[in-house]
């Protein structure tokens, strides 16, 4: 039996958020690594420069790796701030923490900035992610058909004990000369709000507006509703 509409949306989901949220959870556990298992190295200084504007200059260092620690001897980078940027000009050497197990990858140099928009930008997509299933949780999962029935509730949806074969729609006529005619629907519920309900009644399907009135089913429930037809 293959996933239902239902758990193939909310697997894809995860997965979707589990990408966004990947590369941040690395980092911070990059991060903790860096914290507590790091080791100190000091590197000699191939490159220094800077760039922006003269209120937010941006200082960036490169350092070349000692062979002893990595033996390709990488090139790393990174922005730090003008005391460490002066003192590594100032030495022709650059002191950093990396992890002897991916030193070119995992490495912080001291006074290094940090920024945070990776922080940012995943909120951000987590926010937009969440409006998106907010949206879709709120739109019925059927589609509403020309020969679906709305109808306008005008007492409440009861729930009742009953078979498939009492399913159907009776017509009670209309309340007024030339008024909109009036039905009784009983089906099994497929959806439910605040606002409209959803039945099945035995293949008819039926799109009730509450309009107020009380309703306590649920999905999967048998219901029966009066109400009158809508244009």
Same mark, same amino acid.
């Given at each position: 039996?293959?996933?239902?509409?239902?758990?193939?949306? #909310?697997?894809?989901?995860?997965?979707? =958020?589990?990408?966004?949220?990947?590369?941040? /959870?690395?980092?911070?556990?990059?991060?903790?690594?860096?914290?507590?298992?790091?080791?100190?190295?000091?590197?000699?200084?191939? !490159?220094?420069?800077?760039?922006?504007?003269?209120?937010?200059?941006?200082?960036?260092?490169?350092?070349?790796?000692? @062979?002893?620690?990595?033996?390709?001897?990488?090139?790393?980078?990174?922005?730090?701030?003008?005391?460490?940027?002066?003192? /590594?000009?100032?030495?022709?050497?650059?002191?950093?923490?990396?992890?002897?197990?991916?030193?070119?990858?995992?490495?912080?140099?001291?006074?290094?900035?940090?920024?945070?928009?990776?922080? #940012?930008?995943?909120?951000? @997509?987590? !926010?937009?992610?969440? !409006?998106?299933?907010?949206?879709?949780?709120?739109?019925?999962?059927?589609?509403?058909?020309?020969?679906?029935?709305?109808?306008?509730?005008?007492?409440?949806?009861?729930?009742?004990?009953? @078979?498939?074969?009492?399913?159907?729609?009776?017509?009670? %006529? /209309?309340?007024?000369? %030339?008024?909109?005619?009036?039905?009784?629907?009983? %089906?099994?519920? =497929?959806?439910?709000?605040?606002?409209?309900?959803?039945?099945?009644?035995?293949?008819?399907?039926? #799109?009730?507006?509450?309009?107020?009135?009380?309703?306590?089913?649920?999905?999967?429930?048998?219901?029966?509703?009066? %109400?009158?037809? =809508?244009?």
């Amino acid at each position: 039996m293959g996933l239902s509409r239902r758990l193939k949306s #909310w697997a894809l989901f995860i997965v979707v =958020l589990l990408l966004i949220n990947l590369p941040m /959870a690395q980092s911070l556990a990059t991060g903790y690594r860096l914290d507590h298992d790091s080791v100190r190295v000091t590197a000699v200084l191939t !490159a220094a420069s800077v760039s922006g504007s003269e209120s937010d200059p941006h200082y960036v260092l490169s350092a070349r790796l000692p @062979a002893d620690i990595d033996p390709d001897e990488t090139v790393v980078s990174a922005r730090v701030d003008k005391a460490a940027f002066d003192a /590594a000009v100032a030495s022709q050497e650059v002191s950093l923490r990396v992890l002897p197990s991916s030193p070119s990858l995992s490495y912080r140099f001291d006074g290094q900035v940090r920024t945070h928009t990776g922080l #940012w930008l995943t909120l951000g @997509a987590d !926010a937009v992610l969440a !409006a998106l299933v907010l949206l879709l949780s709120r739109t019925s999962r059927y589609r509403r058909r020309s020969d679906d029935l709305r109808l306008e509730a005008t007492a409440p949806v009861e729930s009742i004990d009953g @078979a498939r074969e009492g399913h159907g729609v009776s017509d009670e %006529g /209309a309340a007024d000369e %030339g008024g909109p005619r009036r039905l009784v629907v009983t %089906g099994q519920v =497929l959806e439910v709000n605040d606002h409209e309900v959803l039945i099945d009644a035995g293949g008819q399907m039926a #799109w009730v507006v509450l309009d107020g009135h009380e309703c306590s089913v649920a999905v999967g429930d048998h219901a029966v509703v009066r %109400g009158r037809v =809508l244009n």
